[in-house]
């Protein structure tokens, strides 16, 4: 496995994230423990979650099945890089009560409480903001973060789904009141959507934070989504995207590359991020080991500059502000 350094810290983590979202309303506790122990046995150890991951198997789920495994012990707690986030509503639909969501410095403390206990860990490596939050002063987060810092309960902090005005004004806040700051961003980057190249990343690279993509297959478009709809192995939300007629040239023209460099699309797709400059590693999101095995083996392969430049014709890049701009 290849590392990196997570931003301007001490973390090293791997190149690929190990995203546990399905874990709970797709994949059961058994099946969720069995990936994670192959993850960590092929050196994965960068691990990610959110206290609102569970979905239908209800909020916090995905959590709980962390900590389960955690409890098995063999070390497994001490050899992850572990991350969270909090912002959302740990409620039912319609059961929101002021500050029981965003990033209040009551609802920090309370999310980090539940996470540790639903994590069954004494510690959080990462805790990361799943959004921003227009109301709360900055002030009074980094207050809060430095709080639990002090307390031991958290070691770093980091944002998720930041424009790059906030990383800019949450950084720059941080320094005028003595915090650390934040060290990482995760957010929507892949071949077919760019536009956190424009701003996100270069914002990112400027404070010194670790780019965390999410979502590397653009919700499974870029993995091989045409060929498995022929194959009837797909629906839903990708088959009504498919109907995009200029989208469906763009990665019928993606797979038709990779199919003559004999790549496999969702494979290409992740190496190509590993690519990019301020990327620490992309979420791989498995609901099987046959999916963790194919992000594992994304991180060894090498693009040519061929098929380098042939995805940046499929998929042209915005280029950074403000020459994107530019006449």
């Known amino acids: 496995m290849k590392y990196t350094q997570l931003g301007r810290t001490g973390l090293k983590v791997s190149r690929i994230v190990l ?91 309370r999310g980090v409480e539940a996470s540790l206990k639903r994590l069954q860990t004494d510690y959080i490596d990462l805790y990361q903001f799943h959004h921003i939050d227009r109301a709360t002063p900055v002030e009074e987060i980094w207050q809060a973060i430095d709080t639990l810092i002090a ?49 996100v990343i270069p914002a990112a690279q400027e404070y010194g934070l670790g780019v965390i993509p999410w979502s590397p297959l653009q919700g499974g478009l870029l993995g091989g989504a045409i060929r498995k709809e022929r194959e009837g192995a797909t629906g839903g939300r990708t088959t009504e995207r498919l ?36 990327v620490t590693g992309p979420i791989t999101g498995p609901r099987t080991i046959e999916q963790l095995e194919s992000a594992l083996r994304a991180v060894e392969l090498e693009l040519s500059d061929e098929v380098l430049a042939s995805l940046d014709e499929i998929f042209p890049g915005t280029g950074p502000s403000p020459e994107a701009f530019a006449w």
């Open 243 to 278: 109907a995009n007629t200029a989208l469906r040239t763009q990665i019928q023209s993606y797979e038709d590359l990779l199919d003559k460099h004999g790549i496999d699309p969702g494979e290409a797709a992740l190496a190509w991020l590993l690519t990019r400059p301020g």
């Open 19 to 109: 995203g546990t979202m399905n874990f709970g309303p797709l994949t059961n506790e058994a099946d969720s423990h069995t990936i994670m122990d192959a993850a960590l046995d092929a050196g994965v150890n960068f691990f990610d979650t959110a206290n609102v991951y569970g979905r239908d198997a209800g909020k916090g789920r995905t959590e709980e099945i962390l900590g389960t495994w955690f409890a098995k012990g063999g070390e497994r707690r001490d050899k992850v890089v572990l991350a969270t986030k909090v912002n959302g509503n740990m409620g039912g639909d319609g059961q929101a009560w002021p500050n029981h969501d965003k990033l209040s410095a009551l609802n920090i403390r």
């Open 151 to 199: 307390q031991g309960k958290i070691l770093y902090a980091g944002s998720s789904n930041f424009p790059g005005w906030k990383i800019a004004q949450t950084n720059e806040n941080a320094r005028r009141v003595g915090s650390y700051g934040l060290v990482s961003e995760q957010c929507l980057y892949n071949l077919a959507e760019r536009r956190a190249e424009m701003e």
